[in-house]
């Protein structure tokens, strides 16, 4: 049979991942003598070996494959490719089935399916039409003629093979399909069939297929077997929605505890809760208006969440305000919680079950503080726990919430109930509820550590294996289950075989994506484990608990925090298994990236000079020479009077082109582009900058007078053109309304002027990150305009005494005392988005005359260049907590990203997160996904990782700097 000869270039013609098992057992790939032995066995008439074409819908067009093929000679054949064609949902292939399963008659069973897979899908259809009710089949043509009862294939014998058939001493290896899943007449068949020859060794009749491992090759025999999968109806397409929108309507909703207590307070505290709400003008005074009060836990992404909601009754007053108060009580459990304002709900729905109610209104008109409840008594802390370990073992409730909440009270517990002052929960005695609690939260801790040595992939390594082919996310098969599959689909009709591959691909689509839900459950739970395991090992009150009544877990906790890896996201296998994948994924496998402990001027001293003078000799080499602002403001003029003579605005309306970025704000090195921006010359006239007419226009203007490669793009969020300059070849770009780069290219070129290791360190850094291939927002990674915000968080934060001060924070007056008569800064709307406004005021030094004094300041740390890059590379290598704090500029202090995901619904994953230092809500930072923020983050290591190796006379101090800016490998060409 022709068809048997596919195999071979089949197989050599898989990605690597197909040839793969899940087990990650590699199928051997035949070998030369192998392929030989088998020419041999195979038979004479073999037809050239081709690779089969798997693409979704196209016929296998071997031309000595298909005439063979075609004939379905064989009894196995056509069982194969009927099985096929009933997947497709043929009614005619059903009718047969379904009167098979009546009569049981095989050999005319097998007469009737070769019939209709020798008819072409139209004479099928007309054929099933034509039949009256009741009668499948139609008698068979002429020339086909039904076994005579008795015929030795009516009792069991086996089929007699055909003259000429190929497959005389039995089918080659891989082709004998699994029967097990066939219907029970079917599968008698296909193993007299089988059993014609002799079956290759360990080809048995039901292989053991180990359950769920294998769902392909499941698939198959359900496509064998006709069972169709159920497929989900497709889905409408919905248009995206935030979960939630905050509503500017003057709404405030606070909280207070009745006796004044200021601070976290205890579970269970008493709450008064009151609201207010700006209501329309032509709502009447004394009316009702209803709200809901909901409590959540923060950042809960969505309105449905609430961990309790009351509905608010209010009465509109004078002031055009309505006003309410409801009583709540705080959590049973310890956490970080708020109290939103919302739609009210509608009548009837409070008294349903909440499975059952509909989704809450995604509109907030106001979010309190945030309420934090904490552990402080023997008794709040027994009350938590049973709280959380209760919910833990309810079916139907969040058992990751539960780990969450207690791996808050473990993260706060108080010293005062360390085991040392009392016997309680963590020591010897205590009333026997406590004992119990006890004994809970030890399983629960083994759980969670058995967990934990479960070496889930991260989101790195799965990206990682994914692009190396070796996850078996494509196609998780057999050799085999792929050659039967391609071989009962080659012998269908063309229509046939497109439905049947769709019909397989849905399947592996929907697959791929359990598969994916799967994984990112497991990280789930992974993550919470962890953070639980983490807790009890960051807090001390919380660790001598543990020690003192869980000691084993203690030493597991201990052994496994060893091998936490914290850019992977997971733990290492220990032994060599780990050495070996730490090997696979680190670039530099003499040395592990782990952090040293914190470096000190006495170890790392000799490095940072090295540093410091590799810096003194690049920046001068990096600074741009004194045409540079010269160059760039011809071009300006230029370009300026072009779109001026083009009459971009329109009626005549001037434009001044303004510059912007790193021509502008003092970090701009030669060979950075030129962005500008238009601003009409009268304010007034903003209006339709915007518009996707304008920067039309401006592209039009640029093209006409000759700009090289102009890319209009009207519809990003910032219209803009990109051209080059012809006269002088630079990049440049403009963009049609932009007033808030312009703004924030004043704050950081004030940021640059207060001290010389700012500009110095912005130099260093974007030359790395450009070196290293991670300094292009078009393929997922960080902006220079994000790097430097980075640079700035952290001369504000990390230094000490710190270098920057926020200057957003900063007052106006400053150093002078405050002005009491100045108006708190003004809030405008924001430039393109409506429902917002922005702050655009900062402290300007050169305005208030304050730069000797910042200077000053700055000047009190002493920490050298060299000094402070080591510090920054090693900061957001290791010390930034990603999950849970946001890199903020405008704070100057560290801002929780939990704030971000209550107030502006920013994700709460591990990625990192730049607040824009005025459009608050936006994340400078959101183009970084996985695994591009762990592309960075590597790099931030690596660097991290040679200033350690110098310091330890591991690599030369001398060259570090060429190490750590050493340009990527260029990738192979692909011919
Ligand atoms: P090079 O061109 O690489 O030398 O750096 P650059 O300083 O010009 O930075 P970049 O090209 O990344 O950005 C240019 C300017 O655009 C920045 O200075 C900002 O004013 C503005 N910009 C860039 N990215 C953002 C962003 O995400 N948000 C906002 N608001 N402005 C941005
Ligand atoms: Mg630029």
């Not at 039409?129 to 089949?137: E, H, N, S, T, V």
């Amino acid at each position: 049979m022709p068809a048997a000869q596919e195999p071979k270039g089949a197989a050599a013609d898989k990605k690597p991942s197909q040839r793969r098992r899940r087990g990650g057992k590699k199928h051997p790939k035949p070998d030369g003598d192998q392929r030989r032995r088998e020419k041999q066995e195979a038979p004479t008439e073999e037809a050239p070996q081709e690779p089969v074409q798997r693409s979704r819908g196209r016929r296998n067009r071997n031309p000595q494959k298909e005439p063979e093929a075609k004939k379905l000679e064989e009894d196995s054949d056509v069982l194969l490719a009927f099985g096929a064609l009933l997947k497709t949902n043929d009614p005619a292939a059903a009718a047969a089935h379904a009167a098979y399963e009546r009569h049981e008659d095989q050999a005319r069973f097998i007469e009737d399916a070769r019939r209709l897979l020798a008819m072409s899908p139209s004479e099928r259809k007309a054929m099933v039409q034509r039949a009256p009710p009741g009668m499948a089949m139609p008698p068979p043509p002429p020339g086909i003629g039904r076994s005579p009862p008795g015929s030795p294939r009516r009792v069991g014998a086996p089929a007699a093979p055909h003259p000429g058939s190929p497959r005389r001493n039995g089918p080659p290896p891989g082709l004998v399909p699994s029967v097990d899943h066939l219907p029970p007449g079917l599968a008698a068949l296909a193993l007299e069939v089988a059993a014609e020859g002799n079956p290759p060794p360990g080809i048995s009749r039901s292989p053991p297929k180990p359950t769920d491992d294998d769902d392909v090759a499941a698939a198959l025999s359900a496509l064998i077997s006709g069972n169709t999968p159920e497929e989900p109806p497709p889905k409408p397409k919905k248009k995206w929605e935030p979960p939630r929108v905050h509503v500017r309507r003057g709404g405030r909703v606070s909280f207070t505890a009745p006796d004044g207590q200021k601070g976290p307070l205890r579970p269970r505290a008493r709450l008064d809760v009151s609201w207010e709400l700006r209501v329309d003008e032509d709502v009447e005074v004394g009316s009702r208006r209803d709200v809901s009060v909901g409590l959540f836990r923060v950042g809960a992404p969505t309105n449905d969440a609430a961990i309790v909601a009351k509905q608010g009754k209010g009465t509109v007053e004078e002031t055009g305000l309505a006003r309410g108060a409801v009583a709540f009580f705080a959590p049973r459990a310890a956490g970080a919680f708020v109290f939103r304002l919302l739609d009210p709900e509608p009548p009837g729905q409070q008294q349903k079950p909440k499975s059952e109610r509909p989704k809450a209104s995604s509109n907030v008109y106001a979010t309190s503080d945030k309420l934090d409840v904490v552990v402080r008594t023997h008794d709040d802390l027994l009350d938590s726990l049973k709280a959380s370990l209760q919910q833990l073992e309810e079916p139907g409730r969040s058992r990751l919430g539960a780990l969450q909440q207690l791996a808050v009270v473990a993260e706060t517990l108080p010293a005062s109930l360390a085991p040392k002052r009392l016997t309680h929960v963590g020591g010897r005695s205590g009333s026997s509820a406590e004992k119990k609690c006890r004994e809970k939260l030890r399983a629960c801790l083994a759980r969670c550590l058995d967990e934990l040595a479960k070496n889930v992939p991260g989101p790195l390594t799965l990206a990682t294996r994914r692009r190396a082919d070796e996850l078996p996310f494509d196609v998780d098969e057999t050799e085999e289950d792929a050659l039967t599959r391609e071989r009962a689909w080659s012998v269908l009709s063309e229509e046939d075989e497109v439905a049947a591959r769709d019909a397989f691909e849905q399947q592996r689509v929907a697959k791929i994506k359990k598969q994916r839900n799967d994984d990112r459950r497991a990280r789930d739970v992974h993550a919470a484990c962890r953070r639980l395991c983490a807790a009890f090992n960051g807090n001390s009150a919380s660790r001598q608990w543990l020690e003192s009544a869980a000691p084993e877990q203690a030493r597991r906790l201990d052994d496994v925090s060893t091998r936490w890896d914290a850019l992977l996201e997971e733990f290492w296998p220990g032994g060599a298994d780990g050495v070996a994948a730490l090997r696979r994924h680190y670039d530099r496998a003499d040395s592990f990236f782990r952090p040293t402990h914190q470096p000190s001027a006495q170890q790392h001293g000799f490095a940072w000079r090295a540093l410091d003078d590799a810096c003194a000799r690049v920046l001068p080499q990096l600074f741009p020479s004194e045409n540079f602002f010269k160059r760039r403001e011809e071009v300006r003029r230029r370009v300026e009077a072009c779109l001026n003579n083009a009459d971009v605005l329109g009626n005549g309306r001037r434009l001044v082109l303004r510059v912007f970025g790193s021509s502008a704000n003092l970090f701009g090195a030669e060979g950075a582009d030129l962005d500008m921006c238009v601003v009409p010359a009268a304010s007034e006239e903003d209006t339709e900058l915007s518009s996707p007419e304008v920067c039309r226009r401006v592209g039009e203007a640029l093209e006409s007078a000759g700009a090289k490669n102009v890319q209009v793009r009207d519809t990003a969020r910032v219209p803009i053109v990109l051209f080059a300059d012809p006269q002088t070849g630079l990049d440049c770009d403009v963009s049609t309304h932009n007033p808030l780069a312009l703004r924030n290219t004043e704050l950081l070129r004030a940021y640059a002027k207060i001290d010389g290791r700012v500009r110095g360190m912005a130099y260093v850094i974007k030359k790395w990150a450009k070196i290293r291939g991670i300094n292009s927002p078009s393929d997922g990674t960080l902006s220079s305009y994000g790097y430097i915000l980075c640079v700035l968080a952290f001369l504000q934060t990390v230094p000490n005494p710190p270098i920057l001060p926020s200057l957003q924070r900063l007052d106006l007056d400053w150093p002078n005392p405050k002005n009491p008569d100045r108006p708190p800064p003004e809030r405008v709307p924001h430039p393109f988005d409506a429902s917002r406004d922005v702050c655009l005021s900062f402290h300007d030094p050169d305005k208030t005359g304050s730069l000797a004094d910042l200077r000053e300041i700055a000047g009190r740390n002493r920490q050298s260049l060299g000094e402070l890059l080591a510090l920054f590379f090693r900061h957001y290598a290791w010390d930034v907590d990603y999950r849970n704090l946001v890199v903020a500029p405008r704070t100057a202090c560290v801002l929780p990203k939990a704030n971000k995901a209550e107030l502006d619904c920013w994700p709460q994953n591990p990625h990192l997160a730049i607040e824009d230092p005025f459009e608050t809500h936006y994340d400078v930072a959101h183009v970084l996904k996985y695994p591009k923020h762990q592309l960075v983050r590597k790099e931030f290591m690596r660097a991290s990782k040679l200033i350690d190796d110098a310091a330890a006379q591991r690599v030369d101090p001398d060259l570090v700097l060429d190490y750590i800016c050493e340009p990527l490998p260029v990738p192979d060409q692909v011919m």
